[in-house]
Structures are given as structure tokens and as C-alpha cells.
């Protein structure tokens, strides 16, 4: 059974620095995405298996999305926070290919963690 199993949220000020962690590999695709109260899901970053990364650019120049695949662990780094950054955030993999333009996209991801919180105070 597939499971995704993020970490790493918590209560930050602006500014400030959270790396965010998924236990995930062997998988072609993965995201990031993160959804504010009363907000639909939105992609934040995401990867393919060549290495190429996508970035919302709310968050461009902020947030590193990246693996490791000898831990297993697909990273959020994300620096720089801001209040707006605050949301639930979720780690999303598929076994298929996904192209560049389409990484962001939540229907093209199969399988989902549960979500960690992040809150980044003024």
C-alpha cells in the first residue's frame, strides 16, 4: 500500500525557515502542494525523476524542492516565509511521467500524505 508520510511543519515568524520532508521514493512525479483555509489545493513545487523542478511563483527564489533517493525523502526547504505561506501542505507522488507544464497540476497525482501544518506569524 502506498503511503506518504510528511514531517517537518510548525509555527514560524516571518522570515523565518522550515524544511518540510516526505517519505517517498521510486515514484516519476512529486509535489508539493498546500491549501489555506477556505482555499482550494495548490501546486507549490515539484519534480520528475530527470530532476527537473517546477516552482509556483508565489514562491520562486524562496523554496527548494528536492530528494534524496538514497533516504528516500522528497524536501521541501522552504526560506524566507511569509504569512501568506501559511497552509496546510502535502506531498503528492505518481508512477507516471508527468510533463514540465503539468507538474503543478492535482489531478495528475495519484497518491497523497495526510498533511502537515505550517503558520508563519507576522
Known amino acids: 500500500q502506498v503511503q506518504l508520510v510528511e514531517s517537518g511543519g510548525g509555527s514560524v515568524q516571518a522570515g523565518g525557515s522550515l524544511r518540510l520532508s516526505c517519505a517517498a521514493s521510486?515514484?516519476?512525479?512529486m509535489g508539493w502542494f498546500h491549501q489555506a483555509p477556505g482555499k482550494g489545493r495548490e501546486g507549490v513545487a515539484a519534480?520528475?525523476?530527470?530532476?527537473?523542478?517546477v516552482y509556483a511563483d508565489s514562491v520562486k527564489g524562496r523554496f527548494t524542492i528536492s530528494q534524496d533517493n538514497a533516504k528516500r525523502t522528497l524536501y521541501l526547504q522552504m526560506n524566507s516565509l511569509k504569512p501568506e505561506d501559511t497552509a496546510m501542505y502535502y506531498c503528492?507522488?505518481?508512477?507516471?511521467?508527468?510533463?514540465?507544464?503539468?507538474?503543478?497540476?492535482?489531478?495528475?497525482?495519484?497518491?497523497w500524505g495526510q498533511g502537515t501544518q505550517v503558520a508563519v506569524s507576522s
Open positions: 503528492a507522488a505518481t508512477y507516471r511521467r508527468i510533463l514540465p507544464f503539468r507538474l503543478l497540476v492535482i489531478y495528475d497525482y495519484d497518491y
Open positions: 519534480i520528475d525523476n530527470d530532476g527537473h523542478t
Open positions: 521510486g515514484y516519476d512525479s
